[in-house]
């Protein structure tokens, strides 16, 4: 093996070279066939064809409206999609006591009210002068499924004997009660 003097560095690696060197172009004429339903259009590549045709328009601002609309009602039904959800996992946590049923309940209250309070937040980004008589449809809608999902935590709670529903969660306000008339025995 021939030593190299100190002047000149070894060669770089074949990988190296090929890294730093472009690709080599493609003929087009080779021996292998295109496949079935392969054209040279839908490789990817810009034909002057293609180039050609024209940019797609901006929406106009009635389509915006409309799409602006499809989107907060998808946002207004979100809280009565996640209903059945809800139902299921509440009804698979048991009417006990526990730290896993009660952050349940907790985020079944939490949720629905923190969303009826930033309805106006929530649905902002969708306002505009097209949108805005519709709009308010859309908020009583959406403040309707939160107050659903409320009523499904409050169906919860009761279920777990938190509500005062009975007489008897009452007692600590009942006054004794004072017959109307006094029996009087007597014995002879």
Known sequence: MPQQSPSNPPPPPQWVIDLNSPPRPK??????????????????????????????????TAETDVLKLKKSWEIALAPAKALPMNAIMMYMSGNTLQIFSIMMVFMLFKNPITGILTTN???????????????????????????????????????MGLLPTTRSDWLAWETERQPLERVVFAFR
């Open 121 to 159: 937040e929530v649905f902002r980004r969708f306002e505009s002068e097209g949108t805005r008589k519709q709009l308010w449809v859309v908020k009583a809608c959406y403040v309707l499924m939160n107050c659903v999902a409320l009523a499904l935590g409050v169906w919860k709670v009761n279920g």
């Open 27 to 60: 003929t087009k004429y080779t021996n292998i066939t295109n496949p079935p339903g392969y054209t040279e259009a839908s490789s990817g590549k810009r034909t002057a064809a293609s180039s050609k045709t024209p940019a797609r328009k901006p929406p106009t």
